[in-house]
Protein backbone atom coordinates (compact mmCIF):
# COMPACT_ATOMS: atom_id res chain seq x y z
CA UNK A 1 0.00 0.00 0.00
CA UNK A 2 1.64 3.15 -1.28
CA UNK A 3 0.35 6.72 -1.16
CA UNK A 4 0.86 8.59 -4.26
CA UNK A 5 2.53 11.90 -3.57
CA UNK A 6 1.72 13.58 -6.84
CA UNK A 7 -1.38 13.49 -9.58
CA UNK A 8 -4.67 13.39 -9.20
CA UNK A 9 -7.02 10.90 -10.24
CA UNK A 10 -7.93 10.33 -13.79
CA UNK A 11 -10.55 12.76 -13.60
CA UNK A 12 -8.27 15.42 -12.24
CA UNK A 13 -9.39 15.73 -9.31
CA UNK A 14 -7.26 14.96 -6.01
CA UNK A 15 -7.01 11.40 -4.82
CA UNK A 16 -9.88 10.47 -2.49
CA UNK A 17 -8.30 8.66 -0.31
CA UNK A 18 -8.45 8.45 3.63
CA UNK A 19 -5.03 8.95 4.01
CA UNK A 20 -2.94 12.42 3.86
CA UNK A 21 -1.17 13.06 0.86
CA UNK A 22 1.99 11.42 1.59
CA UNK A 23 5.38 13.06 3.02
CA UNK A 24 8.38 10.20 2.87
CA UNK A 25 7.49 8.74 5.80
CA UNK A 26 3.98 8.03 5.37
CA UNK A 27 4.69 6.03 1.80
CA UNK A 28 5.18 2.06 2.28
CA UNK A 29 8.44 1.11 3.91
CA UNK A 30 10.91 -0.02 1.26
CA UNK A 31 11.94 -2.91 3.81
CA UNK A 32 8.86 -3.94 4.99
CA UNK A 33 9.26 -7.66 3.09
CA UNK A 34 11.82 -8.31 5.58
CA UNK A 35 8.58 -8.72 8.47
CA UNK A 36 6.83 -11.10 6.24
CA UNK A 37 6.63 -14.26 7.61
CA UNK A 38 5.96 -12.91 10.99
CA UNK A 39 3.26 -10.15 9.45
CA UNK A 40 1.22 -12.82 8.15
CA UNK A 41 0.36 -14.85 11.59
CA UNK A 42 -3.28 -15.05 11.95
CA UNK A 43 -3.71 -12.23 14.15
CA UNK A 44 -0.86 -10.16 14.04
CA UNK A 45 -1.46 -6.32 14.17
CA UNK A 46 1.67 -4.29 13.67
CA UNK A 47 5.74 -5.53 13.30
CA UNK A 48 8.46 -2.89 13.39
CA UNK A 49 12.27 -2.95 13.71
CA UNK A 50 12.99 -0.73 16.30
CA UNK A 51 16.82 0.54 17.15
CA UNK A 52 18.19 0.32 20.44
CA UNK A 53 17.33 4.09 20.97
CA UNK A 54 13.56 3.74 20.23
CA UNK A 55 13.54 4.79 16.61
CA UNK A 56 11.78 2.86 13.22
CA UNK A 57 14.16 0.92 11.17
CA UNK A 58 11.40 -1.21 9.43
CA UNK A 59 7.63 -1.11 9.74
CA UNK A 60 4.72 -3.68 7.96
CA UNK A 61 2.95 -1.60 5.15
CA UNK A 62 -0.35 -1.98 7.40
CA UNK A 63 1.48 -0.43 10.20
CA UNK A 64 1.15 3.41 9.46
CA UNK A 65 4.08 5.75 10.86
CA UNK A 66 2.82 7.35 13.80
CA UNK A 67 1.73 4.06 14.87
CA UNK A 68 5.10 2.12 14.33
CA UNK A 69 6.53 5.29 16.15
CA UNK A 70 4.38 4.98 19.29
CA UNK A 71 5.27 1.06 19.44
CA UNK A 72 9.11 2.02 18.70
CA UNK A 73 8.93 4.55 21.73
CA UNK A 74 7.04 2.36 24.27
CA UNK A 75 8.92 -0.75 23.46
CA UNK A 76 12.67 1.15 23.85
CA UNK A 77 11.04 1.92 27.70
CA UNK A 78 10.08 -1.25 28.09
CA UNK A 79 13.29 -2.84 26.86
CA UNK A 80 14.88 -0.65 29.58
CA UNK A 81 13.01 -1.92 32.37
CA UNK A 82 13.81 -5.40 30.86
CA UNK A 83 17.31 -5.05 31.15
CA UNK A 84 17.08 -2.96 34.70
CA UNK A 85 15.62 -6.39 35.65
CA UNK A 86 17.42 -8.48 33.96
CA UNK A 87 20.63 -6.94 35.74
CA UNK A 88 18.98 -6.92 39.40
CA UNK A 89 17.44 -10.38 39.18
CA UNK A 90 18.99 -12.25 36.27
CA UNK A 91 21.79 -14.29 35.62
CA UNK A 92 22.95 -12.25 32.88
CA UNK A 93 23.03 -9.03 31.33
CA UNK A 94 21.04 -10.09 28.41
CA UNK A 95 17.20 -9.10 27.50
CA UNK A 96 15.57 -12.45 25.92
CA UNK A 97 12.33 -11.06 24.87
CA UNK A 98 9.46 -8.87 26.40
CA UNK A 99 5.93 -10.03 26.63
CA UNK A 100 2.88 -7.73 27.76
CA UNK A 101 -0.59 -8.84 27.84
CA UNK A 102 -3.05 -6.41 27.61
CA UNK A 103 -7.14 -6.26 27.36
CA UNK A 104 -7.51 -7.43 23.44
CA UNK A 105 -3.68 -8.21 22.80
CA UNK A 106 -0.20 -9.24 23.06
CA UNK A 107 3.09 -6.94 22.75
CA UNK A 108 6.29 -8.93 22.43
CA UNK A 109 9.58 -7.71 21.90
CA UNK A 110 12.64 -9.64 21.40
CA UNK A 111 16.54 -8.73 20.26
CA UNK A 112 16.98 -8.39 16.43
CA UNK A 113 20.45 -8.49 16.56
CA UNK A 114 23.13 -5.46 18.13
CA UNK A 115 20.94 -3.80 20.08
CA UNK A 116 17.65 -3.70 17.45
CA UNK A 117 14.38 -5.06 18.83
CA UNK A 118 11.76 -6.76 16.90
CA UNK A 119 8.26 -5.63 18.11
CA UNK A 120 4.78 -7.55 17.34
CA UNK A 121 1.39 -5.92 18.33
CA UNK A 122 -1.48 -8.88 17.74
CA UNK A 123 -4.90 -9.21 18.77
CA UNK A 124 -6.04 -11.18 21.61
CA UNK A 125 -6.64 -14.70 19.65
CA UNK A 126 -3.18 -15.45 19.09
CA UNK A 127 -1.07 -18.41 19.98
CA UNK A 128 1.92 -16.48 21.94
CA UNK A 129 4.35 -19.46 21.49
CA UNK A 130 3.34 -19.67 17.64
CA UNK A 131 3.88 -15.45 17.39
CA UNK A 132 7.17 -16.21 19.36
CA UNK A 133 8.71 -18.90 17.17
CA UNK A 134 7.86 -16.80 13.89
CA UNK A 135 9.22 -13.82 15.28
CA UNK A 136 12.84 -15.98 16.13
CA UNK A 137 12.33 -17.46 12.51
CA UNK A 138 12.15 -13.81 10.71
CA UNK A 139 15.52 -13.20 12.56
CA UNK A 140 17.29 -16.06 11.90
CA UNK A 141 15.88 -15.61 8.09
CA UNK A 142 16.78 -12.45 7.52
CA UNK A 143 19.41 -12.70 9.41
CA UNK A 144 20.96 -10.47 12.41
CA UNK A 145 22.84 -8.28 10.46
CA UNK A 146 20.32 -7.04 7.99
CA UNK A 147 18.19 -5.85 10.89
CA UNK A 148 20.53 -5.21 13.27
CA UNK A 149 21.58 -0.95 13.99
CA UNK A 150 24.69 -0.19 12.66
CA UNK A 151 26.52 3.07 13.37
CA UNK A 152 25.61 6.23 11.96
CA UNK A 153 26.18 6.19 8.40
CA UNK A 154 28.04 9.86 8.28
CA UNK A 155 30.55 8.71 10.78
CA UNK A 156 34.25 10.07 9.97
CA UNK A 157 37.04 8.05 11.66
CA UNK A 158 39.06 11.25 13.32
Same mark, same amino acid.
Given at each position: ????????????????????????????????????????????????????????????? &?????????? @? +???? =? %? /? $??? #??????????????????????????????? &?????????? @? +???? =? %? /? $??? #????????????????????????
Amino acid at each position: MTTQTTGGSPQGSPPASPEPLASPGAQAHPDSWMLDLVAGVRGVRHAVVLSSDGLVKVRTD &DTDPDTADKV @A +AACA =G %L /V $ALG #MSMGREFGAGHGLRQVLVEFEGGFLFVRGAG &DGSRLAVVTD @A +AVDP =G %L /V $AQQ #MQAQVLMIGERTLRTGPAEHTTGR
